[in-house]
């Protein structure tokens, strides 16, 4: 069965870090893009990051890049998000989410969304 | 960044109605479009994909149209599980962008 499980969400102070984690079972990481996709209270879905389905790209929302960092661990079938300087506005649900098959067009991949997890919560204040 | 927009924001329905929700694109996307399903405390579910391609055990009740800048989620016979928070997605370029959510709920 596919799966994703996130973890590391939590509360945390302005300016402060934290590292979320994404256990994925059920298929081979390594063959799929990965995307981190977050939700604030009352308010809709926003994407936030992309990594490649090898790693060598990756992609951010406007409101978090150079704070927040996407990696994978293929080995451990792992992906993360490292979110350092955080501000209030980043308090919400957070989901990874795994990349349907890679799109080519130009230079760039591009995957919708064709698994999701249930999301971990970070409560910034 | 592209900018979606869904409309409308929320809507009432009853079980049995057909529903049609549309999202519209600040550019041409082609059919670069996805839609999504969200209850809460569940995890998101893809429903359509490549505008109109239905995702692999999606009830055929469910389809979606459009091209280019200009697209629509349907329901054609609302069922109870239906009445959940839809969203449309464009993955035609970096920044990927949703629309603003249109929530279905019960007459």
């Known amino acids: 069965q596919v799966q994703l499980v996130e973890s590391g969400g939590g509360g945390v102070q302005p300016g402060r870090s934290l590292r979320l984690s994404c256990a994925a079972s059920?298929?081979?990481?390594?063959?799929?893009?990965m995307h981190w996709v977050r939700q604030a209270p009352g308010k809709g879905l926003e994407w936030v990051a992309v990594v490649s389905f090898d790693g060598s790209n990756k992609y951010y929302g406007d409101s978090v890049k150079g704070r927040f960092t996407i990696s994978r661990d293929d080995s451990k079938n792992m992906l993360y998000l490292q979110l350092n300087s955080l501000r209030d506005e980043d308090t919400g649900v957070y989901y990874c989410a795994r990349g349907g098959p890679k799109i080519l067009r130009g230079t760039y991949y591009y995957y919708y969304m064709d698994v999701w997890g249930k999301g971990t919560t970070v409560t910034v204040s | 960044a592209i900018r979606m927009t869904q409309s409308p924001s929320s809507l009432s329905a009853s079980t049995g109605d057909r529903v049609t929700i549309t999202c519209r694109a600040s550019q041409n996307i082609s059919s670069y479009l996805a839609w999504y399903q969200l209850k809460a405390g569940e995890a998101p579910n893809l429903l359509i994909y490549s505008t109109s391609t239905l995702q692999s055990g999606v009830p055929s009740r469910f389809s979606g149209g459009g091209s280019g800048t200009d697209f629509t989620l349907t329901v054609s016979c609302l069922q109870s599980e239906d009445f959940a928070t839809y969203y449309c997605q464009q993955y035609y370029s970096y920044p990927l962008t949703f629309g603003g959510g249109t929530k279905v709920e019960i007459k």
């Open positions: 059920g298929f081979t990481l390594n063959s799929y893009g």
